[in-house]
């Protein structure tokens, strides 16, 4: 057992730090919330702004915008095709130029994603965030492999998603850098 008597509650526009040592279940519980590790008690509900009740996890997939550990893209594709792949899944109407170009990726737009930094891909996942047009944002660790303006990039991708009406949930061992309420998981 993970959790017990866990309970918290976001609206629209709050960002929430999940902090513990590894081993917690700060991943554990962002994957129950995004519907992709199943919960044998207890219940996850989104309540959307026109009082729909979403509570099962295929129904929740589709307000949730994903950023875990590994980051997503086939390494045999550029960073352009990697983007262009995700927005249509996502159904997005996004613009791929302006996202890369929003994460400092333009020049290496071409380039197979297997060629790209730890750091550089992280951005590549942080623009297929922005894509996603998903409110909710899980974030794994989003500050990992990050220089120090690739974080001070990550902090004003959430803090602008928040503000436009999302909400975050980030795991994380670091400070975000960010106004938020924090959860800490496991033992103090």
């Known amino acids: 057992m993970l959790f017990r008597d866990l ?6 526009g709050q960002i929430l730090a999940l902090e513990g040592a590894n081993g917690s279940g700060k991943t554990s519980l962002l994957r129950a919330v995004a519907g992709f590790l199943e919960h044998r008690e ?10 729909v009740n979403i509570a099962g996890g295929e129904e929740r997939a589709r307000y949730i915008g994903w950023l ?6 086939k390494p045999q594709m550029t960073a352009l095709e990697a983007l262009g792949f995700h927005a249509k899944f996502y159904g997005s109407a996004g613009n791929i130029g302006a996202a890369l170009k929003t994460v400092g990726l333009t020049r290496v737009r071409e380039l197979p994603v297997q060629f790209l930094s730890a750091g550089q891909k992280r951005r590549l996942a942080l623009a297929r965030l922005v894509l996603s047009a998903r409110p909710i944002w899980l974030l794994d660790e989003p500050l990992a492999a990050l220089d120090a303006a690739g974080k001070t990039l990550a902090a004003d991708m959430i803090t602008a998603h928040c503000r436009a ?4 949930i980030a795991a994380t061992h670091e400070p975000l850098g960010l106004d938020c309420a924090s959860l800490r998981l496991g033992t103090p």
């Open 7 to 12: 309970a918290f509650s976001l609206a629209a």
């Open 42 to 51: 207890g219940a996850i509900r989104i309540r959307m702004h026109d009082g």
């Open 68 to 73: 875990g550990h590994q980051d997503g893209a």
């Open 165 to 168: 009406g999302g909400l975050a």
